[in-house]
């Protein structure tokens, strides 16, 4: 793996919109104009005051023609005062920011085989950033995202995802709604981790797994790799928010 020293940068946030009720993208750049260097599935610490420092995976792949920003995705918890901070930041602020850090990055190597993504809510940030990078590959291993989320308005990025869906045969897009309104949504429900005896076995070769999202769903998806579908623990990469 290519090795990136942290570095402590100054960064302001440029654009935000909500993504959903509860989650709000921001883009920040740096103030110096020198390049932010990251690999996709990397995060940042965010020192956002008053002894406030919280990790923020990058939603974004690195890209050549805006090399000094990135994007995030955070979840608003309540009563949490950094994603709160960051859910009232107004556009302009600046805040300190250390990175990149973390090891939840594809190898090389691992490019060469199937591919499957797993995460729920802005556990999808880290896995969008691989995604936008590896398909910008026109050819290469078939790819699928499993992502999950409480109902349709908490769908993260929809548009870009199905038009990926729709531009790439190869990459195949699996929601699944824990709360879905079942009148109205005819397609996955529950949770991630009871749709991957269907989906694993479809696809060729050994792929790696990507997960990412909170302990509980991460440790049950590992298992249920492990355990019950014999996946070589090697294969599966995780990241946990909490
Ligand atoms: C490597 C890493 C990457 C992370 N990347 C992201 C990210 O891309 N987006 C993001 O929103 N958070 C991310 N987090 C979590 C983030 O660092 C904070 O913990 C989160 O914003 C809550 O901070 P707070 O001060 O608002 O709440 P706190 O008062 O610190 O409350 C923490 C509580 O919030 C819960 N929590 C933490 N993250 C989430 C979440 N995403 N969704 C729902 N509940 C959560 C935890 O279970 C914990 O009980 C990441 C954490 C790590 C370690």
């Not at 918890?77 to 990055?105: I, Q």
Request: net charge neutral.
């Amino acid at each position: 793996m290519r090795r990136i020293p942290a570095e402590l940068r100054t960064v302001e946030l440029t654009d935000a919109r909500m993504l959903s009720p509860t989650v709000r993208e921001l883009v920040f750049r740096t103030t110096d104009g020198r390049a932010f260097d990251f690999l996709a599935g990397q995060w940042v610490k965010l020192h956002l005051g008053g002894g406030i420092d919280r990790d923020y995976s990058i939603a974004s792949a690195p890209d050549a023609s805006a090399p000094d920003r990135f994007a995030l995705a955070v979840t608003l918890v309540e009563g949490g005062p950094g994603s709160e901070r960051l859910h009232a930041m107004e556009l302009g602020t600046r805040v300190d920011a250390r990175g990149p850090n973390g090891l939840f990055v594809r190898e090389d190597a691992e490019r060469d085989a199937p591919a499957l993504y797993v995460g729920t809510g802005t556990g999808l940030a880290p896995l969008r950033a691989m995604l936008q990078e590896e398909l910008r590959r026109e050819d290469g291993p078939p790819q699928v995202l499993l992502f999950g989320s409480r109902t349709e308005e908490d769908i993260l990025w929809r548009e870009e995802l199905e038009g990926w869906a729709a531009r790439h045969p190869r990459f195949r897009l699996e929601l699944t709604l824990s709360r879905a309104d079942t009148r109205i949504w005819k397609g996955r429900c529950g949770w991630v981790q009871h749709h991957l005896h269907e989906l694993l076995p479809t696809m060729p070769g050994a792929p790696h797994v990507y997960v990412c999202g909170l302990s509980k769903m991460v440790s049950e998806v590992r298992r249920t790799l492990k355990d019950e579908l014999r996946l070589d623990r090697r294969h599966v990469h995780s990241e946990r928010y909490d």
